[in-house]
């Protein structure tokens, strides 16, 4: 019986395929062309952070008045969430 590794079917695919991939080599972007935008959007950070506020103040709530747990490591988070809040706007 015949069997491959997974080292030999990675070996032979990585031979087989051409220099550029499967696709050839990547062509050069044109000028017109934009590049592409960072998924993150630093002027959008103090909007996050206030809504992290809020889903936050009611995490505490819920420990308090649901769980009946202690609500120190929301109240922790709420802290830093609103610290970048007040610091991004």
Known sequence: MWTLTLAEV?????AAAPPGG????????S???PARSHPLVPRLAGYAALGLVLLLAG??????L???TSPLSALVLLAVAGLVA???R
């Open 31 to 33: 000028p017109r062309q």
């Open 66 to 68: 649901v769980l009946r």
């Open 10 to 14: 990675v070996v032979g695919r990585l």
């Open 22 to 29: 499967r696709d050839g080599p990547p062509r050069p972007r």
């Open 59 to 64: 995490a505490v709530v819920t420990n308090l």
């Open 86 to 88: 007040r610091l991004r």
